[in-house]
């Protein structure tokens, strides 16, 4: 498959925002215990992304405009699966930005245990998606260096969401 221009465009400015939104997160996160609304901008951040994501296969399902690649680019599950369940992410992913950006609610009520056990969980997925890259781009040599990206790049987006969220929490 023949990944369009703009698509490669804007999975590698995906790629190169996300880097730099860890990047900052991390230089800037040196205090002992993190502010629920700071870490809650870089949510917002991750959330945003995704829901982009989102949106794209929408109009690629009501629309298959000719700058997004076809549906069998964009995922391994049934869409009529895949929906419902980004969706509920989306909630989720709204319901603890919310928390985050007003600085209370039960999503910031720290929970240092938690927040170890969801930076592992980040660690172990971002490695997850990175031998699924390698893996696909060893296996399909004609389709380097984006064919198949879009579900990988956006896993790592909801790490990098998991990795915040986590950091957050671990810092108490």
Not at 30 to 35: D, K, P, Q, W, Y
């Amino acid at each position: 498959m023949n990944t369009p221009a703009p698509t490669k465009v804007a999975l590698v400015t995906t790629l190169a925002v996300s880097a730099a939104a860890v990047a900052a997160f991390l230089l800037s996160s040196s205090e002992e215990r993190m502010e629920p609304r700071w870490a809650g901008w870089f949510l917002l951040l991750f959330g945003a992304l995704f829901a982009i994501r989102v949106a794209g296969q929408v109009l690629v399902v009501l629309l298959a405009p000719s700058w997004l690649p076809p549906m069998v680019e964009w995922n391994l599950v049934p869409y009529r699966l895949l929906l419902p369940i980004q969706l509920a992410f989306l909630v989720a992913m709204a319901w603890l930005v919310t928390d985050f950006l007003r600085g209370s609610g039960r999503a910031t009520e720290p929970a240092a245990g938690f927040g170890r056990f969801v930076l592992a969980l980040s660690a172990v997925y971002a490695a997850a998606m990175a031998v699924r890259y390698a893996v696909r781009m060893q296996r399909r040599p004609g389709e380097r260096w984006f064919g198949g990206a879009i579900p990988i790049v956006f896993h790592w987006i909801l790490a990098g969401f998991l990795f915040v969220f986590g950091t957050y929490h671990a810092s108490y």
